[in-house]
Protein backbone atom coordinates (compact mmCIF):
# COMPACT_ATOMS: atom_id res chain seq x y z
CA UNK A 1 0.00 0.00 0.00
CA UNK A 2 2.63 2.76 0.62
CA UNK A 3 4.05 1.52 -2.60
CA UNK A 4 0.75 2.90 -3.94
CA UNK A 5 0.82 6.09 -1.96
CA UNK A 6 4.18 6.57 -3.51
CA UNK A 7 3.43 5.80 -7.51
CA UNK A 8 0.46 8.60 -6.89
CA UNK A 9 2.73 11.10 -5.29
CA UNK A 10 4.61 10.45 -8.59
CA UNK A 11 1.32 10.85 -10.84
CA UNK A 12 1.25 14.56 -9.27
CA UNK A 13 4.41 15.17 -9.80
CA UNK A 14 4.01 14.64 -13.09
CA UNK A 15 1.82 17.32 -13.88
CA UNK A 16 3.79 19.41 -11.38
CA UNK A 17 6.84 18.62 -13.69
CA UNK A 18 4.39 19.07 -16.84
CA UNK A 19 3.86 22.34 -14.63
CA UNK A 20 5.70 23.89 -12.31
CA UNK A 21 9.29 22.55 -12.07
CA UNK A 22 11.50 25.17 -13.92
CA UNK A 23 14.94 25.88 -14.78
CA UNK A 24 17.04 28.50 -14.17
CA UNK A 25 16.50 31.46 -16.22
CA UNK A 26 20.25 31.48 -16.97
CA UNK A 27 19.66 27.79 -18.37
CA UNK A 28 17.00 28.99 -20.93
CA UNK A 29 17.83 27.71 -24.31
CA UNK A 30 16.53 29.00 -27.15
CA UNK A 31 16.86 25.75 -29.22
CA UNK A 32 15.50 25.84 -32.90
CA UNK A 33 13.39 22.78 -32.27
CA UNK A 34 9.53 23.90 -32.81
CA UNK A 35 7.28 23.29 -30.63
CA UNK A 36 3.61 23.94 -31.79
CA UNK A 37 1.50 22.95 -29.17
CA UNK A 38 2.52 25.16 -25.98
CA UNK A 39 1.35 24.45 -22.15
CA UNK A 40 0.99 27.06 -19.83
CA UNK A 41 0.37 26.39 -16.28
CA UNK A 42 -0.87 29.79 -14.31
CA UNK A 43 -0.76 30.87 -10.54
CA UNK A 44 -3.86 29.20 -9.99
CA UNK A 45 -2.65 25.71 -11.65
CA UNK A 46 0.61 25.59 -9.80
CA UNK A 47 -1.19 26.15 -6.55
CA UNK A 48 -3.60 23.29 -7.22
CA UNK A 49 -1.08 20.71 -7.69
CA UNK A 50 1.14 21.63 -4.97
CA UNK A 51 -1.78 21.19 -2.69
CA UNK A 52 -2.20 17.84 -4.49
CA UNK A 53 1.44 17.11 -3.65
CA UNK A 54 1.45 18.32 -0.62
CA UNK A 55 -1.65 15.77 0.07
CA UNK A 56 0.57 12.72 -1.68
CA UNK A 57 3.76 13.80 -0.11
CA UNK A 58 2.00 13.68 3.54
CA UNK A 59 0.14 10.43 3.06
CA UNK A 60 3.47 8.88 1.82
CA UNK A 61 5.23 10.38 4.96
CA UNK A 62 2.27 8.76 7.34
CA UNK A 63 2.93 5.69 9.50
CA UNK A 64 6.47 5.78 7.99
CA UNK A 65 8.94 4.06 9.85
CA UNK A 66 12.22 5.76 11.66
CA UNK A 67 15.19 3.42 12.04
CA UNK A 68 15.52 3.00 15.81
CA UNK A 69 18.13 4.74 17.69
CA UNK A 70 20.64 2.94 20.79
CA UNK A 71 22.39 4.98 23.14
CA UNK A 72 24.80 4.43 26.24
CA UNK A 73 23.97 7.04 28.60
CA UNK A 74 25.45 8.45 32.02
CA UNK A 75 23.12 9.31 34.57
CA UNK A 76 24.27 10.82 37.84
CA UNK A 77 23.70 8.58 40.56
CA UNK A 78 22.85 6.04 38.39
CA UNK A 79 25.83 5.62 36.16
CA UNK A 80 25.80 3.87 32.89
CA UNK A 81 22.46 3.02 31.04
CA UNK A 82 21.86 1.22 27.59
CA UNK A 83 18.40 2.51 26.02
CA UNK A 84 17.22 1.91 23.47
CA UNK A 85 13.88 3.52 21.17
CA UNK A 86 12.55 1.04 18.43
CA UNK A 87 9.37 1.24 16.71
CA UNK A 88 9.51 4.92 16.11
CA UNK A 89 6.70 5.68 13.73
CA UNK A 90 5.36 8.92 12.40
CA UNK A 91 1.41 8.47 13.42
CA UNK A 92 0.28 12.08 11.79
CA UNK A 93 1.89 14.73 9.84
CA UNK A 94 0.04 18.06 9.10
CA UNK A 95 1.27 21.08 7.60
CA UNK A 96 -0.15 24.41 8.21
CA UNK A 97 0.84 26.32 5.31
CA UNK A 98 2.33 25.63 1.55
CA UNK A 99 3.78 27.82 -1.38
CA UNK A 100 5.26 27.11 -4.34
CA UNK A 101 7.56 29.62 -6.50
CA UNK A 102 9.03 29.55 -9.76
CA UNK A 103 12.63 30.86 -8.90
CA UNK A 104 15.82 31.80 -10.05
CA UNK A 105 17.30 28.22 -9.86
CA UNK A 106 13.73 25.85 -9.47
CA UNK A 107 10.74 25.43 -8.44
CA UNK A 108 10.53 25.82 -5.18
CA UNK A 109 8.09 24.51 -2.39
CA UNK A 110 7.93 25.24 1.12
CA UNK A 111 5.70 23.36 3.65
CA UNK A 112 5.95 25.39 7.20
CA UNK A 113 4.14 24.89 10.87
CA UNK A 114 3.99 21.37 9.95
CA UNK A 115 3.59 19.31 13.30
CA UNK A 116 4.39 15.30 13.19
CA UNK A 117 3.17 13.05 15.84
CA UNK A 118 5.43 10.00 16.58
CA UNK A 119 4.99 6.96 18.33
CA UNK A 120 7.71 4.95 19.73
CA UNK A 121 9.11 2.10 22.37
CA UNK A 122 11.85 2.65 24.89
CA UNK A 123 13.79 0.34 26.70
CA UNK A 124 16.70 0.59 28.83
CA UNK A 125 19.11 -1.61 31.62
CA UNK A 126 21.82 -1.08 33.67
CA UNK A 127 23.91 -2.76 36.47
CA UNK A 128 25.53 -0.75 39.18
CA UNK A 129 28.11 -1.71 41.56
CA UNK A 130 25.19 -1.31 44.71
CA UNK A 131 23.24 -3.54 42.63
CA UNK A 132 24.88 -6.23 40.26
CA UNK A 133 22.43 -7.73 38.26
CA UNK A 134 20.83 -5.87 35.42
CA UNK A 135 18.04 -3.86 36.05
CA UNK A 136 15.71 -3.28 33.52
CA UNK A 137 12.45 -1.47 31.95
CA UNK A 138 10.42 -0.54 28.76
CA UNK A 139 7.41 1.63 28.01
CA UNK A 140 5.77 3.94 25.06
CA UNK A 141 6.85 7.01 24.53
CA UNK A 142 4.93 9.85 22.38
CA UNK A 143 6.43 12.72 20.66
CA UNK A 144 4.74 16.02 18.96
CA UNK A 145 7.02 17.90 16.69
CA UNK A 146 6.04 21.33 15.90
CA UNK A 147 6.88 24.37 14.31
CA UNK A 148 8.70 22.25 10.99
CA UNK A 149 9.58 24.22 7.93
CA UNK A 150 10.13 21.37 4.55
CA UNK A 151 11.48 23.00 1.90
CA UNK A 152 12.74 21.85 -1.89
CA UNK A 153 13.93 23.51 -5.31
CA UNK A 154 13.46 21.27 -8.00
CA UNK A 155 15.62 21.51 -11.23
CA UNK A 156 13.67 20.56 -14.37
CA UNK A 157 15.56 20.61 -17.89
CA UNK A 158 14.59 18.86 -20.89
CA UNK A 159 16.83 16.29 -22.16
CA UNK A 160 16.39 13.70 -25.35
CA UNK A 161 12.95 14.85 -25.29
CA UNK A 162 11.71 14.29 -22.15
CA UNK A 163 11.29 16.21 -18.61
CA UNK A 164 14.49 15.81 -16.29
CA UNK A 165 13.97 16.61 -12.71
CA UNK A 166 16.77 17.30 -10.46
CA UNK A 167 16.33 17.68 -6.95
CA UNK A 168 18.84 20.46 -6.31
CA UNK A 169 18.17 21.29 -2.48
CA UNK A 170 16.00 19.72 0.11
CA UNK A 171 15.91 20.28 3.62
CA UNK A 172 13.71 19.65 7.00
CA UNK A 173 13.78 21.58 10.35
CA UNK A 174 12.55 20.46 13.27
CA UNK A 175 11.56 23.54 16.05
CA UNK A 176 10.19 22.07 18.76
CA UNK A 177 9.94 18.67 20.28
CA UNK A 178 7.77 17.53 23.21
CA UNK A 179 8.30 14.21 24.50
CA UNK A 180 5.67 12.51 26.73
CA UNK A 181 6.57 9.03 28.46
CA UNK A 182 4.38 6.34 29.66
CA UNK A 183 5.63 5.30 32.86
CA UNK A 184 9.79 5.16 33.87
CA UNK A 185 11.53 7.01 36.21
CA UNK A 186 11.85 10.61 36.12
CA UNK A 187 15.98 10.17 35.75
CA UNK A 188 15.39 8.24 32.88
CA UNK A 189 13.00 11.01 31.30
CA UNK A 190 15.28 13.63 31.69
CA UNK A 191 18.09 11.16 30.87
CA UNK A 192 15.90 10.21 27.64
CA UNK A 193 15.23 14.01 26.63
CA UNK A 194 19.05 14.81 27.29
CA UNK A 195 20.50 12.07 25.36
CA UNK A 196 18.26 11.56 22.15
CA UNK A 197 16.45 14.93 21.73
CA UNK A 198 18.95 15.86 19.03
CA UNK A 199 19.22 12.12 17.99
CA UNK A 200 15.37 12.05 17.24
CA UNK A 201 15.21 15.78 15.69
CA UNK A 202 17.64 14.38 12.98
CA UNK A 203 15.92 10.49 12.40
CA UNK A 204 12.94 12.77 11.51
CA UNK A 205 14.48 15.73 9.64
CA UNK A 206 16.39 12.60 7.74
CA UNK A 207 13.46 10.57 7.11
CA UNK A 208 11.44 13.00 5.75
CA UNK A 209 14.12 14.11 3.15
CA UNK A 210 14.87 11.07 1.98
CA UNK A 211 11.03 10.65 1.24
CA UNK A 212 11.03 13.70 -0.81
CA UNK A 213 13.91 12.49 -2.60
CA UNK A 214 12.75 8.96 -3.41
CA UNK A 215 9.21 10.76 -4.58
CA UNK A 216 11.27 13.18 -7.01
CA UNK A 217 13.68 10.30 -8.13
CA UNK A 218 10.73 7.87 -9.10
CA UNK A 219 8.82 10.46 -10.62
CA UNK A 220 11.60 11.41 -12.68
CA UNK A 221 11.66 7.95 -13.86
CA UNK A 222 8.10 8.42 -14.42
CA UNK A 223 8.99 10.79 -16.89
CA UNK A 224 11.51 9.13 -18.46
CA UNK A 225 9.44 6.47 -19.14
CA UNK A 226 5.94 8.33 -20.88
CA UNK A 227 5.79 7.54 -24.51
CA UNK A 228 6.16 10.20 -26.30
CA UNK A 229 3.59 9.86 -28.81
CA UNK A 230 -0.66 9.94 -27.80
CA UNK A 231 -2.10 8.00 -30.30
CA UNK A 232 -5.42 9.23 -31.36
CA UNK A 233 -6.07 6.28 -33.83
CA UNK A 234 -4.86 3.27 -36.14
CA UNK A 235 -3.15 6.23 -38.36
CA UNK A 236 -1.97 8.89 -36.08
CA UNK A 237 -0.25 9.87 -33.31
CA UNK A 238 0.47 13.07 -31.16
CA UNK A 239 4.42 13.75 -30.77
CA UNK A 240 4.47 14.94 -27.64
CA UNK A 241 8.26 15.31 -27.74
CA UNK A 242 9.46 17.99 -24.96
CA UNK A 243 11.23 20.74 -26.73
CA UNK A 244 13.29 23.30 -25.69
CA UNK A 245 13.49 24.59 -22.38
CA UNK A 246 10.82 25.36 -19.66
CA UNK A 247 9.89 29.12 -19.32
CA UNK A 248 8.54 31.25 -16.67
CA UNK A 249 6.16 33.96 -17.28
CA UNK A 250 5.50 35.81 -14.83
CA UNK A 251 5.04 33.50 -11.69
CA UNK A 252 3.68 30.98 -14.40
CA UNK A 253 5.54 28.29 -16.17
CA UNK A 254 5.27 27.43 -19.63
CA UNK A 255 6.31 24.12 -21.32
CA UNK A 256 6.63 23.13 -25.11
CA UNK A 257 5.90 20.00 -27.32
CA UNK A 258 6.22 19.35 -30.73
CA UNK A 259 2.46 18.39 -31.01
CA UNK A 260 2.67 17.57 -34.59
CA UNK A 261 0.55 14.91 -35.63
CA UNK A 262 2.40 11.85 -37.08
CA UNK A 263 1.72 8.45 -38.59
CA UNK A 264 2.15 5.90 -36.14
CA UNK A 265 5.76 4.67 -35.46
CA UNK A 266 6.68 6.80 -38.11
CA UNK A 267 7.94 9.68 -40.83
CA UNK A 268 7.63 13.36 -39.19
CA UNK A 269 5.79 15.54 -40.94
CA UNK A 270 7.79 18.72 -42.06
CA UNK A 271 6.72 21.84 -40.08
CA UNK A 272 6.73 25.41 -41.92
CA UNK A 273 6.58 28.01 -39.29
CA UNK A 274 8.66 29.90 -37.48
CA UNK A 275 9.34 29.38 -33.86
CA UNK A 276 7.31 31.36 -31.64
CA UNK A 277 7.69 31.51 -27.88
CA UNK A 278 5.02 30.46 -26.01
CA UNK A 279 2.25 33.03 -24.61
CA UNK A 280 -1.25 32.65 -23.92
CA UNK A 281 -3.70 34.66 -22.73
CA UNK A 282 -6.66 33.41 -21.72
CA UNK A 283 -9.55 36.27 -21.38
CA UNK A 284 -11.72 36.66 -18.74
CA UNK A 285 -10.78 35.20 -15.31
CA UNK A 286 -7.62 33.05 -14.73
CA UNK A 287 -7.62 29.65 -15.23
CA UNK A 288 -5.25 26.78 -14.43
CA UNK A 289 -4.05 25.58 -17.52
CA UNK A 290 -3.52 27.04 -20.83
CA UNK A 291 -2.81 24.94 -23.85
CA UNK A 292 -2.37 26.93 -27.51
CA UNK A 293 -1.89 24.68 -30.56
CA UNK A 294 -0.64 26.11 -33.59
CA UNK A 295 -2.20 26.18 -37.38
CA UNK A 296 0.71 23.62 -37.55
CA UNK A 297 -0.78 20.64 -35.13
CA UNK A 298 -3.58 20.85 -37.52
CA UNK A 299 -2.03 20.83 -41.04
CA UNK A 300 0.18 18.12 -39.84
CA UNK A 301 -2.38 16.12 -38.74
CA UNK A 302 -4.54 16.73 -42.18
CA UNK A 303 -1.03 15.44 -43.95
CA UNK A 304 -0.76 12.31 -42.07
CA UNK A 305 -4.30 11.07 -42.69
CA UNK A 306 -3.60 12.16 -46.40
CA UNK A 307 -0.24 10.21 -46.97
CA UNK A 308 -1.97 7.15 -44.82
CA UNK A 309 -4.65 7.17 -48.04
CA UNK A 310 -7.51 8.17 -45.67
CA UNK A 311 -9.01 10.95 -48.05
CA UNK A 312 -10.85 9.06 -50.91
CA UNK A 313 -14.18 8.10 -50.56
CA UNK A 314 -16.62 6.09 -53.29
CA UNK A 315 -20.20 6.94 -53.19
CA UNK A 316 -22.77 4.77 -54.11
CA UNK A 317 -25.84 3.52 -53.84
CA UNK A 318 -25.02 2.36 -50.47
CA UNK A 319 -24.27 5.41 -48.46
CA UNK A 320 -26.24 8.09 -50.60
CA UNK A 321 -29.90 9.20 -49.34
CA UNK A 322 -30.92 10.37 -53.08
CA UNK A 323 -30.66 7.60 -54.72
CA UNK A 324 -31.84 9.32 -58.36
CA UNK A 325 -28.59 11.15 -58.17
CA UNK A 326 -26.68 7.44 -58.58
CA UNK A 327 -28.08 6.53 -61.97
CA UNK A 328 -28.08 8.31 -65.61
CA UNK A 329 -31.73 8.45 -65.46
CA UNK A 330 -31.34 11.61 -62.95
CA UNK A 331 -28.96 12.92 -64.96
CA UNK A 332 -30.97 13.09 -68.02
CA UNK A 333 -32.20 16.74 -68.48
CA UNK A 334 -28.46 17.68 -66.85
CA UNK A 335 -26.03 15.89 -68.50
CA UNK A 336 -28.11 14.42 -72.03
CA UNK A 337 -25.41 12.43 -73.58
CA UNK A 338 -24.96 10.48 -70.48
CA UNK A 339 -27.88 9.15 -70.41
CA UNK A 340 -28.19 8.73 -74.00
CA UNK A 341 -25.04 6.73 -73.94
CA UNK A 342 -25.29 4.84 -70.89
CA UNK A 343 -29.23 4.33 -70.11
CA UNK A 344 -30.44 3.54 -66.90
CA UNK A 345 -27.06 2.92 -65.85
CA UNK A 346 -25.74 3.02 -62.10
CA UNK A 347 -23.11 5.76 -61.03
CA UNK A 348 -20.79 5.79 -58.93
CA UNK A 349 -18.50 8.67 -57.88
CA UNK A 350 -14.99 8.68 -56.88
CA UNK A 351 -13.57 11.01 -54.91
CA UNK A 352 -10.10 11.97 -53.88
CA UNK A 353 -8.38 14.87 -52.21
CA UNK A 354 -5.82 16.48 -54.34
CA UNK A 355 -3.76 17.51 -51.52
CA UNK A 356 -4.16 17.77 -47.83
CA UNK A 357 -7.02 19.99 -46.59
CA UNK A 358 -5.17 22.80 -45.41
CA UNK A 359 -6.41 24.44 -42.27
CA UNK A 360 -6.50 28.13 -41.44
CA UNK A 361 -7.51 29.38 -37.83
CA UNK A 362 -8.24 33.15 -37.31
CA UNK A 363 -9.91 35.25 -34.67
CA UNK A 364 -13.52 34.36 -35.47
CA UNK A 365 -13.20 31.68 -37.36
CA UNK A 366 -11.65 27.98 -38.29
CA UNK A 367 -11.62 27.67 -41.81
CA UNK A 368 -10.16 24.76 -44.30
CA UNK A 369 -9.91 24.64 -48.42
CA UNK A 370 -10.45 21.04 -49.66
CA UNK A 371 -9.68 20.61 -53.24
CA UNK A 372 -10.53 17.10 -54.79
CA UNK A 373 -11.14 15.25 -57.62
CA UNK A 374 -14.61 13.86 -57.90
CA UNK A 375 -14.32 10.89 -60.74
CA UNK A 376 -17.95 9.58 -62.27
CA UNK A 377 -18.35 5.82 -63.17
CA UNK A 378 -20.36 4.33 -64.61
CA UNK A 379 -21.74 1.31 -63.54
CA UNK A 380 -22.62 -1.16 -66.65
CA UNK A 381 -22.38 -5.45 -66.32
CA UNK A 382 -19.71 -4.95 -64.02
CA UNK A 383 -17.68 -3.00 -65.46
CA UNK A 384 -16.50 0.32 -63.70
CA UNK A 385 -16.65 2.80 -66.67
CA UNK A 386 -14.96 6.69 -65.58
CA UNK A 387 -17.06 8.98 -68.10
CA UNK A 388 -15.79 12.11 -66.42
CA UNK A 389 -14.17 13.87 -63.48
CA UNK A 390 -14.86 17.42 -61.88
CA UNK A 391 -12.71 19.10 -59.52
CA UNK A 392 -14.38 20.28 -57.04
CA UNK A 393 -12.72 23.22 -54.39
CA UNK A 394 -14.53 23.36 -50.81
CA UNK A 395 -14.64 25.93 -48.34
CA UNK A 396 -15.52 24.74 -44.80
CA UNK A 397 -15.44 26.45 -41.29
CA UNK A 398 -15.82 25.09 -38.39
CA UNK A 399 -15.74 25.02 -34.26
CA UNK A 400 -13.70 23.20 -31.99
CA UNK A 401 -14.75 22.38 -28.64
CA UNK A 402 -13.53 20.70 -25.78
CA UNK A 403 -15.12 17.36 -24.71
CA UNK A 404 -13.90 15.52 -21.88
CA UNK A 405 -9.36 15.54 -22.62
CA UNK A 406 -10.29 15.92 -26.52
CA UNK A 407 -10.16 19.02 -28.91
CA UNK A 408 -13.10 17.88 -30.82
CA UNK A 409 -14.59 19.91 -33.89
CA UNK A 410 -17.70 20.48 -36.03
CA UNK A 411 -17.10 21.88 -39.85
CA UNK A 412 -20.29 23.35 -41.90
CA UNK A 413 -19.96 24.06 -45.85
CA UNK A 414 -19.39 27.67 -46.56
CA UNK A 415 -19.41 27.27 -50.30
CA UNK A 416 -17.65 25.31 -52.94
CA UNK A 417 -16.94 25.59 -56.72
CA UNK A 418 -16.94 23.33 -59.57
CA UNK A 419 -14.50 22.85 -62.50
CA UNK A 420 -15.22 20.08 -65.24
CA UNK A 421 -11.78 18.37 -65.64
CA UNK A 422 -12.70 15.88 -68.22
CA UNK A 423 -15.72 14.58 -69.95
CA UNK A 424 -16.30 11.49 -71.98
CA UNK A 425 -20.11 12.67 -72.44
CA UNK A 426 -20.08 16.31 -73.89
CA UNK A 427 -19.69 19.32 -72.24
CA UNK A 428 -21.75 19.99 -69.30
CA UNK A 429 -22.87 22.97 -67.02
CA UNK A 430 -21.18 22.87 -63.55
CA UNK A 431 -24.73 25.42 -62.68
CA UNK A 432 -26.72 22.63 -63.29
CA UNK A 433 -25.47 19.49 -61.32
CA UNK A 434 -24.36 22.76 -58.43
CA UNK A 435 -27.73 21.63 -56.92
CA UNK A 436 -26.90 17.82 -56.57
CA UNK A 437 -23.81 18.52 -55.44
CA UNK A 438 -24.83 20.73 -52.36
CA UNK A 439 -26.80 17.72 -51.13
CA UNK A 440 -23.94 15.49 -51.72
CA UNK A 441 -21.90 17.45 -49.32
CA UNK A 442 -24.35 18.80 -46.79
CA UNK A 443 -25.82 15.15 -46.77
CA UNK A 444 -23.54 12.90 -47.32
CA UNK A 445 -19.78 14.75 -47.06
CA UNK A 446 -20.12 16.89 -43.86
CA UNK A 447 -22.14 14.51 -41.72
CA UNK A 448 -19.40 11.73 -42.30
CA UNK A 449 -16.79 13.97 -41.51
CA UNK A 450 -18.18 15.35 -38.72
CA UNK A 451 -19.39 11.66 -37.42
CA UNK A 452 -15.45 11.28 -37.35
CA UNK A 453 -13.95 14.65 -35.69
CA UNK A 454 -16.73 14.79 -32.91
CA UNK A 455 -14.80 12.63 -31.10
CA UNK A 456 -11.62 14.28 -31.41
CA UNK A 457 -8.12 13.91 -30.86
CA UNK A 458 -6.47 14.00 -27.08
CA UNK A 459 -5.09 17.04 -25.73
CA UNK A 460 -1.61 16.62 -23.95
CA UNK A 461 -3.40 16.31 -20.12
CA UNK A 462 -1.91 13.59 -18.48
CA UNK A 463 -3.95 10.42 -17.37
CA UNK A 464 -5.72 10.79 -14.38
CA UNK A 465 -6.37 14.53 -15.34
CA UNK A 466 -9.14 15.80 -16.49
CA UNK A 467 -10.26 19.28 -18.03
CA UNK A 468 -13.42 21.09 -16.18
CA UNK A 469 -14.81 24.34 -17.04
CA UNK A 470 -12.57 24.77 -20.47
CA UNK A 471 -12.81 27.75 -22.71
CA UNK A 472 -11.68 27.93 -26.11
CA UNK A 473 -10.44 30.83 -28.23
CA UNK A 474 -9.73 31.43 -31.68
CA UNK A 475 -6.48 33.66 -32.59
CA UNK A 476 -4.73 34.74 -35.29
CA UNK A 477 -2.82 30.70 -36.35
CA UNK A 478 -3.75 29.69 -33.00
CA UNK A 479 -6.37 27.55 -30.96
CA UNK A 480 -6.12 28.46 -27.10
CA UNK A 481 -7.87 26.03 -24.75
CA UNK A 482 -8.66 27.54 -21.18
CA UNK A 483 -9.06 25.53 -18.52
CA UNK A 484 -9.21 24.00 -14.74
CA UNK A 485 -8.10 20.80 -14.04
CA UNK A 486 -9.33 17.91 -11.43
CA UNK A 487 -7.53 15.01 -10.94
CA UNK A 488 -8.88 11.48 -9.99
CA UNK A 489 -7.65 9.58 -7.02
CA UNK A 490 -8.52 6.49 -8.55
CA UNK A 491 -6.68 6.10 -11.53
CA UNK A 492 -3.34 4.31 -11.36
CA UNK A 493 -1.21 4.09 -14.03
CA UNK A 494 0.83 6.87 -15.70
CA UNK A 495 0.21 8.09 -19.14
CA UNK A 496 -1.41 10.44 -21.12
C1 LIG B 1 4.85 -0.36 16.73
O1 LIG B 1 3.98 0.74 17.00
C2 LIG B 1 2.68 0.65 16.46
C3 LIG B 1 1.91 1.89 16.80
O2 LIG B 1 2.62 3.00 16.47
C4 LIG B 1 1.98 -0.58 17.01
O3 LIG B 1 0.70 -0.72 16.39
C5 LIG B 1 2.81 -1.81 16.75
O4 LIG B 1 2.22 -2.93 17.38
C6 LIG B 1 4.22 -1.63 17.26
N1 LIG B 1 5.04 -2.75 16.86
C7 LIG B 1 5.81 -3.45 17.72
C8 LIG B 1 6.60 -4.56 17.15
O5 LIG B 1 5.86 -3.18 18.91
C1 LIG C 1 -0.90 14.36 18.15
O1 LIG C 1 -0.39 14.96 19.32
C2 LIG C 1 -1.23 15.96 19.87
C3 LIG C 1 -0.50 16.57 21.07
O2 LIG C 1 0.20 15.61 21.78
C4 LIG C 1 -2.57 15.36 20.28
O3 LIG C 1 -3.43 16.37 20.79
C5 LIG C 1 -3.19 14.71 19.06
O4 LIG C 1 -4.41 14.05 19.41
C6 LIG C 1 -2.25 13.69 18.45
N1 LIG C 1 -2.84 13.15 17.25
C7 LIG C 1 -2.83 11.84 16.97
C8 LIG C 1 -3.54 11.43 15.73
O5 LIG C 1 -2.32 11.03 17.71
C1 LIG D 1 2.68 39.75 -15.72
O1 LIG D 1 1.55 40.01 -14.89
C2 LIG D 1 1.17 41.35 -14.84
C3 LIG D 1 0.01 41.51 -13.88
O2 LIG D 1 -0.47 40.29 -13.42
C4 LIG D 1 0.78 41.82 -16.24
O3 LIG D 1 0.46 43.19 -16.22
C5 LIG D 1 1.96 41.59 -17.19
O4 LIG D 1 1.56 41.92 -18.51
C6 LIG D 1 2.38 40.14 -17.16
N1 LIG D 1 3.57 39.97 -17.99
C7 LIG D 1 3.64 39.01 -18.92
C8 LIG D 1 4.92 38.94 -19.68
O5 LIG D 1 2.72 38.23 -19.16
C1 LIG E 1 8.86 14.26 -32.39
O1 LIG E 1 9.36 15.53 -32.09
C2 LIG E 1 10.75 15.56 -31.83
C3 LIG E 1 11.11 16.96 -31.39
O2 LIG E 1 10.65 17.93 -32.28
C4 LIG E 1 11.50 15.12 -33.07
O3 LIG E 1 12.90 15.16 -32.83
C5 LIG E 1 11.06 13.71 -33.43
O4 LIG E 1 11.69 13.29 -34.61
C6 LIG E 1 9.54 13.66 -33.59
N1 LIG E 1 9.14 12.28 -33.77
C7 LIG E 1 8.28 11.87 -34.69
C8 LIG E 1 7.96 10.42 -34.71
O5 LIG E 1 7.78 12.64 -35.49
C1 LIG F 1 -10.55 6.65 -57.78
O1 LIG F 1 -9.89 7.58 -58.59
C2 LIG F 1 -8.49 7.62 -58.43
C3 LIG F 1 -7.94 8.69 -59.33
O2 LIG F 1 -8.56 9.91 -59.09
C4 LIG F 1 -7.90 6.25 -58.77
O3 LIG F 1 -6.52 6.26 -58.54
C5 LIG F 1 -8.55 5.20 -57.90
O4 LIG F 1 -8.10 3.91 -58.27
C6 LIG F 1 -10.05 5.24 -58.04
N1 LIG F 1 -10.64 4.33 -57.08
C7 LIG F 1 -11.54 3.43 -57.43
C8 LIG F 1 -12.05 2.55 -56.33
O5 LIG F 1 -11.91 3.30 -58.57
Known amino acids: ?171 CYVKDMIITLDGGASW ?24 IKEGIMKLDSILQNLPKQIPVDDTAAMNVTFVNEPSLLNASVGLEINGLFAPTQKIVPKSYRDHIKPSISCNGPLKMLGISLE ?54 LNISLRSPPLVRIASDKIDATIISDMTIDVLENDEVIPVACISVEVRASGLVEVSGNNLAGQAGLDGFTLTLQWSEVGNFHMFLI ?29 HGFMLQNADILCTSSRVVVCSDVTYSQTVESHSF
Open 188 to 211: FYQGLVDAFEGSIRAAVESAITNK
Open 434 to 462: EKAMRVLLKDVAFPFANSRSRKGFPLPII
Open 295 to 348: ETVFNSASIVYFKAGLMHWVVDKNNVPDQSLLNTAGWKFIVPQLYRKYPNDDLR
Open 1 to 171: MRFKGISRLGISFFLVSLSIFFVSASGYVDSNEEGHVSVVISEGGLAFIKDLLVHEALSSINSLRLPKIQKALKIPFVGGVRAVLSNITISQIDVASSAIQPGESGIVIVASGATVNLSLDWCYSYSTWLIPVDISDKGRASIRVEGMEIGLTIGMNIQEGTLKLDLLECG
